[in-house]
């Protein structure tokens, strides 16, 4: 499990900065957000998983879903816009969702996962199954209505839900400290469910707070909330890189780094030896090789066909015929 959870995050660290170098490249069309330096929260939460529990994401999705078991090839598919992505190269980055295996969905709107998460973990409730939902979202949407509203709802129905907030300190370029005011998990005190903070650069810490919502949730405890503190390495989105930004200074970027995940998880491991410094490199390595292969498989899959612009529109009457009348 120790060693699964590095191999994990390294698999995000990879992608996501190889991402970096597509988009900057213009081999990715439109933009991403990367989740780099965010690493031991989605590893850290999806360890404490299984395959039958789900998790909604955010705009910032990549890590979610790797960390829940997503596809390389098919993610890289659908950032490069081909048939064989998750979306049939429709949707890209904010799109990206994967239901057989519990994720939900990547979302472009700012707290939109909550009560989707809501939703699925009322089901899990009232069919009596024992799986539990998780919805992840930053430090921004926690100043969003449909959040509480979520939380309210998780609180007074005994939901089997875990919020996970991921407190980057950031909403775009907007600091934390200005618009939000307390700690954040004390707000989710308030509608009455377990909250804790987490040091969300410590995969462990994350795992075994996350555990612990687990069992809470399984065993009709109701729902839980856990701010994880954590940094994004890069800007908001692959845009701001062509910005002259000031919001935040490199001293703090760099500050950050020196308790990168990664470095502070294989620190670990080898000091429990669990790991061999040797062991970490061949990891190293075989996660590149996955990755450069991801990238190789997408590249070469067709894009999407003109004339099929018009389909997988709607979900029932596919392929759609109009009713009788309704084209008047
Ligand atoms: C409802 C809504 N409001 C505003 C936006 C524009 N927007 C996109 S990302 C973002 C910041 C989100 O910050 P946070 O929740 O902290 O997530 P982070 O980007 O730090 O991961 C905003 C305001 C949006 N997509 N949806
Ligand atoms: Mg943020």
Redesign the pocket.
């Known amino acids: 499990m120790a060693r699964k959870m590095y191999a994990d995050m390294l698999r995000i660290r990879q992608f996501d900065t190889k991402v970096v170098e597509l988009v900057d490249d213009d081999l990715i069309p439109g933009s991403c957000?990367e989740?780099c330096g965010?690493e031991a929260v989605a590893v850290g939460v999806c360890s404490a998983l299984t395959d039958k529990d789900i998790l909604t994401s955010?705009?910032?999705g990549h890590g979610h879903t790797l960390a829940k078991g997503g596809d390389v090839g098919k993610m890289f598919a659908e950032l490069f816009g081909r048939s064989a992505g998750y979306n049939k190269g429709r949707g890209g980055s904010m799109h990206i969702a994967d239901v057989s295996l519990g994720i939900f969905g990547a979302n472009?709107?700012?707290?939109?996962g909550a009560p989707i998460a809501c939703g699925a973990a009322h089901k899990f409730k009232a069919a009596g199954e024992p799986h539990v939902a998780v919805s992840f979202?930053?430090?921004?949407?926690?100043n969003?209505g449909?959040v509480h509203e979520a939380m309210n709802l998780a609180a007074i129905w005994r939901l089997p839900v875990i919020f996970v907030c991921?407190?980057?300190?950031?909403?775009?370029t907007?600091p934390?400290r200005e618009v939000t005011i307390l700690e954040l998990h004390e707000r989710a005190q308030s509608y009455g469910m377990a909250s804790i903070k987490v040091d969300g650069m410590d995969v462990g810490a994350v795992f075994d707070a996350a555990l612990s919502a687990v069992e809470r949730a399984r065993s009709g405890g109701g729902p839980s909330f856990l701010q994880c503190d954590t940094y994004?390495y890069f800007g908001?989105?692959s845009g701001e890189r062509h910005m002259k930004t000031t919001y935040r200074t490199q001293q703090e970027i760099d500050e950050w780094k020196k308790r990168d995940p990664l470095d502070l998880w294989a620190e670990r491991l080898i000091r429990g030896s669990i790991c061999s410094a040797q062991d970490i490199e061949r990891m190293k390595r075989e996660v590149d090789d996955e990755i450069a292969q991801g990238v190789e498989y997408a590249r070469g899959c067709p894009t999407p066909s003109p004339q099929d612009a018009l389909e997988y529109m709607y979900a029932v009457n596919y392929p759609y015929t109009p009713a009788k009348g309704a084209e008047q």
């Open positions: 957000h989740y965010q955010t705009h910032r472009g709107i700012v707290g939109a979202f930053g430090d921004g949407a926690i969003q449909v991921e407190n980057n300190l950031y909403a775009m907007t934390l994004r908001h989105y």
